[in-house]
């Protein structure tokens, strides 16, 4: 079956495929797409099941996700870029890593896990939330997961952050089957005693105020991969390149060696 991935192509420089996460289409790289674009050359898109891409039935698998970035890859004309996974998008990242090595130059992998009952479970505010979202009224239960996903004090002295992300959410909301689908890829991913066949150069980030996918997973990650850097963002939530974006983005740079 044919998914249709929509993509497009931002600024000039090295190839950078950006992959986002569980229920983020492209508009989820907004606080840093500008400052990354004016020294990458950036390849945004849609995840199957999200955004103006494909919805398929479900469930979906990491596998087939990494293959759309393939697939984007080469309709964008590149052999050979940096890929950025976060979260969900980072354990695509890992699985193009080791199944298409020779088309990744260097790999930065945000907030994320190598997952398997290696890797440190879902910390226990996203597993109560998940658990209770159903019984609430949905708008509400969105608010909440987009809170969960900010450090605590991020929520409080900063609630129009909040409000921006919760905009965009609503305005182009997921269709709740699509959301499982690739809620299934996540809870699926193993590839916890495979990382160590990552061999190009890899950036670690997480925020320590991580309250989706716990922080320790970094260290994991780093420990087994052969040519780690970690970098912890100190306070920041799972939406750490949200709440600090510049230092993000200078983050990225440094060790992607984009122009400064």
Not at 61 to 82: E, Y
Not at 155 to 170: C, F, N
Not at 207 to 213: A, H, K, L, N, S
Request: proline fraction near 8%; hydrophobic fraction near 45%.
């Amino acid at each position: 079956m044919t998914v249709r991935i929509a993509w497009e192509r931002r600024g000039a420089g090295p190839p950078l495929v950006l992959v986002h996460g569980l229920g983020y289409a492209r508009w989820g790289w907004e606080p840093v797409v500008d400052a990354l674009a004016r020294r990458f050359e950036l390849i945004l898109f849609d995840n199957r099941g999200i955004g103006e891409s494909d919805a398929p039935p479900g469930p979906y698998t990491v596998a087939a996700l990494a293959g759309d970035v393939l697939q984007v890859m080469d309709d964008a004309g590149l052999t050979r870029a940096h890929v950025l996974g976060t979260s969900l998008g980072g354990m695509v990242a890992q699985e193009v890593a080791l199944t298409s090595p020779e088309r990744v130059e260097r790999l930065v992998l945000a907030c994320t896990t190598p997952g398997g009952t290696g890797a440190y479970p879902l910390p226990d505010a996203t597993l109560r939330l998940i658990a209770e979202a159903p019984s609430r009224e949905p708008a509400v239960a969105l608010r909440l997961f987009v809170e969960n996903a900010l450090a605590p004090a991020t929520v409080i002295e900063q609630p129009e952050l909040v409000d921006r992300i919760l905009a965009h959410r609503l305005a182009e909301p997921q269709d709740p089957a699509a959301w499982a689908a690739q809620a299934a890829a996540g809870a699926a991913f193993d590839r916890f005693a495979q990382i160590g066949a990552i061999g190009m150069p890899t950036l670690v980030q997480h925020g320590t105020e991580d309250r989706v996918v716990d922080p320790r997973n970094a260290q994991l990650l780093a420990e087994r991969l052969p040519r780690a850097t970690v970098d912890l963002f100190e306070g920041g939530g799972h939406l750490f390149f949200w709440e600090d974006p510049d230092r993000f983005v200078v983050s990225v740079t440094s060790f992607l060696g984009g122009p400064a």
